[in-house]
């Protein structure tokens, strides 16, 4: 067809409003062809697509003149390293978000906060839903990949509700937040923006301030209220929309999804045990929270556990921590938040999943049972290779920095970096400005594969395939 409409062009017997006729039919022939291949585009490749296009977007406009106090062109790889940031809600900050930035640039880093951290897909289902457009089946399949749901006939009501419980726990505690900076800290209309801007980047778990200086909250170690503050909108934005949707359906623990139990039983133990930890590996250290009253210790302590949870604010100077601590602190990272939250990792629910499945097979069990229900195979399988697939680009992370590092950073130092762009948590230490080029490609990547999951983005370089051909089991020696 297309090589004789070619011939047809050439001929000199035509008019030229055939040619422009036979231009035109070509044209929609070229726009028919590339939208069947937009739509065998597999969903995650279209999931990750959504946020390059959101960080390329928040990237020009960071690199903006008006976006900088100083009125000049910021960095362009640092414009790009900020937008992924922000965009991938991690923390990891090489501008000082509160002295480096305008009024301008500053809400484009929150816009990307919020965006990136209620999701792309989220926002589209709800721009449809207002629209009063129907959504076809693929682009529920898409939100429903992009939500976790099972039952893509759900993706809108979801949505709603993830639109309404974001919006009204960023506005109560944005509230509080601002008549807390407005009269307690004396700020005036500053701290009504402060408060509700700090509202979103808590709830989003994206671990921006406005402070400067890159002290984060340590300043404020001993402030109970804003800490109170700020551990609740850690929970709320990290426990995923769909437990919170369960909660308020339920009201009861008998009536709460398998699912739901886990995440809460999950968090509290890690939340729990976290603040115990710190606080015995930390609270004789003078250069952390050795300084201060038991009190204080207790709650910088739980402060510190929560934050872990993907949110990246501390009240502590973290290249102070003992090494011990670093290390810990790392594994929380990995674990992360849990699933349709605003935090990355690879989920409180994989590590439960890994953990059962273990001890399963420790006592020679041949299913796995949590809560009274057997946990299907299938999500076994996904949950190892969530694990291998976040530890092996972890491993290669690492590897890749230590040998493009030319300021030679100490070894755990770098290593907690790379959790912490993993994770999606953004605990800086103090190094991240100081990375090459090179080097902040490869935290650029890891924090974007951290917010879309890994195995989103390995899915995304195939398409799915039926196996035609089952081949016949052999046993291999394991262990």
């Not at 726990?169 to 509700?196: N, P």
């Not at 989003?204 to 301030?209: R, V």
């Not at 230490?429 to 935290?443: A, D, H, R, S």
Request: aromatic share 12%.
């Amino acid at each position: 067809m297309r090589k004789s409409i070619e011939h047809e062009l050439k001929q000199e017997q035509i008019t030229d409003y055939e040619r422009n006729q036979l231009i035109r039919y070509q044209k929609r022939l070229h726009y028919r062809k590339l939208m069947r291949k937009i739509a065998n585009i597999n969903r995650s490749t279209l999931i990750g697509l959504s946020f390059v296009i959101l960080i390329l977007l928040g990237a020009f406009l960071l690199a903006l003149p008006i976006s900088h106090a100083s009125g000049q062109w910021g960095n362009p790889l640092d414009a790009l390293f900020t937008a992924t940031s922000a965009s991938c809600v991690t923390g990891l900050a090489v501008w000082d978000t509160g002295n480096e930035l305008s009024f301008f640039g500053q809400m484009v880093m929150i816009f990307l906060i919020q965006v990136g951290g209620i999701g792309i897909m989220t926002i589209s289902t709800l721009f449809n839903f207002g629209l009063h457009k129907r959504m076809n089946i693929r682009q529920r399949l898409l939100v429903q990949d992009s939500l976790n749901q099972d039952d893509p006939g759900d993706v809108r009501r979801v949505a709603v509700s993830v639109f309404k419980y974001t919006f009204l726990t960023e506005f109560f505690f944005g509230t509080v937040l601002a008549l807390y900076f407005y009269y307690s800290l004396d700020m005036g209309v500053k701290g009504i923006y402060w408060g509700y801007w700090h509202a979103i980047s808590g709830f989003c778990n994206a671990g921006f301030d406005l402070i400067g200086n890159f002290q984060s909250l340590v300043g404020f170690q001993g402030d109970v209220a804003l800490n109170i503050c700020f551990i609740l909108l850690i929970v709320i934005g990290g426990l995923g929309f769909t437990v919170i949707d369960d909660l308020l359906e339920k009201r009861c623990w008998k009536g709460l999804t398998v699912h739901s139990k886990i995440v809460l039983v999950v968090n509290a133990i890690l939340l729990i045990g976290g603040t115990v930890l710190i606080w015995l590996l930390e609270h004789h250290n003078p250069d952390t929270i050795g300084h201060v009253s038991g009190g204080q210790q207790w709650l910088a302590s739980l402060f510190q556990s929560v934050s872990l949870r993907t949110a990246g604010f501390n009240t502590m100077d973290l290249a102070s921590l003992t090494q011990a601590t670093m290390f810990f602190m790392m594994l929380m990272m990995f674990i992360g938040a849990s699933p349709t939250s605003t935090g990355g990792g690879v989920k409180t629910t994989t590590f439960a999943v890994l953990l059962a499945s273990t001890f399963a097979l420790l006592r020679d069990k041949k299913d796995v049972v949590l809560f009274k229900r057997r946990i299907d195979s299938t999500i076994i399988n996904k949950s190892l290779a969530v694990f291998l697939l976040a530890i092996s680009w972890v491993a290669m992370a690492v590897f890749l920095l230590l040998v493009l590092d030319d300021k030679n950073h100490p070894f755990h130092f770098v290593l907690f970096e790379v959790f912490s762009a993993m994770g999606t948590v953004g605990m800086g230490i103090g190094i991240t400005p100081e990375w090459n080029p090179w080097c902040k490609l490869v935290l650029i990547i890891t924090m974007f594969i951290g917010r879309i999951g890994i195995l989103t983005f390995g899915m995304s370089f195939f398409n799915k395939k039926v196996d035609k051909l089952r081949y016949p089991t052999e046993n291999i020696m394991i262990g």
